[in-house]
């Protein structure tokens, strides 16, 4: 199992711009989610789904959107992109939302908005 | 508003002693806690669950603590090694996490 894998790595984007991060994973987990880290901030909770087209918004969602077509996939679009958004994002998943499951985390992709 | 606290201070201690790390919760009563571990440039890594019932859990060398009268969950590693130095992130629900403690087990 590849367990969580998030692409790219990198990204350097010019303010305005859009893209999309790549999330995926092997293990049938129902729940998925992406973070940001900042700094003194911690893991923040941009936004989630408990399956497939099913989506919800977390803590910080202006800004970002996210589908749900299959139970593997869980991709993170920047419409336009802001230095704000300067950040390392995190998908994890985990096997059911709610309850007592560990979450698994992917590598990370680390995005500078010049 | 829900908080997770940890005491964003590093933490260096001499190999070979315990390890203490705190979290501390606020405006709500976690049914559990996870413990994750993060190195630099990398994703956090599961640890141990504590469920609010639960007063202790034990992995190893690691130990943690629930106590719901003083809202907190401390987090302990014996006979620490160099190789345990990372931060360590504490969360609860699945959404909220601590900012994180890092740990420097010196030689």
């Known amino acids: 199992n590849a367990g969580v894998t998030q692409t790219p790595k990198f990204q350097v984007l010019k303010t305005g711009q859009s893209m999309t991060l790549q999330c995926a994973q092997d293990?049938?987990?129902?729940?998925m989610s992406w973070y940001r880290q900042d700094p003194g901030m911690g893991l923040r909770l941009i936004h989630y789904s408990v399956g497939a087209g099913i989506t919800d918004q977390g803590e910080v969602p202006n800004g970002y959107n996210v589908s749900r077509s299959t139970t593997e996939d869980f991709p993170l679009r920047l419409l336009s992109a802001a230095p704000s958004q300067t950040s390392v994002y995190f998908c994890?998943?985990?096997?059911?939302?709610?309850?007592?499951?560990?979450?698994?985390f992917g590598p990370g992709t680390r995005l500078t908005v010049l | 508003s829900q908080k997770i606290e940890q005491n964003s201070e590093a933490l260096n201690i001499q190999e070979g002693k315990t390890a203490t790390l705190t979290c501390n919760y606020t405006n709500y009563s976690p049914a559990y806690l996870q413990w994750y571990r993060q190195d630099p440039g990398r994703g956090p890594v599961f640890l141990l669950l504590?469920?609010?019932?639960?007063k202790e859990k034990r992995k190893e060398r690691l130990k943690v603590t629930f106590d719901t009268t003083l809202k907190q969950s401390l987090f302990h590693i014996t006979a620490s090694q160099p190789a345990d130095s990372a931060t360590y992130l504490c969360?609860?629900?699945?959404?909220?996490f601590g900012t994180g403690t890092s740990l420097t087990v010196i030689p």
């Open positions: 293990m049938n987990h129902e729940y």
């Open positions: 994890a998943s985990s096997f059911l939302a709610g309850t007592y499951n560990e979450q698994f």
């Open positions: 969360a609860s629900h699945q959404f909220y």
């Open positions: 504590i469920r609010e019932n639960e």
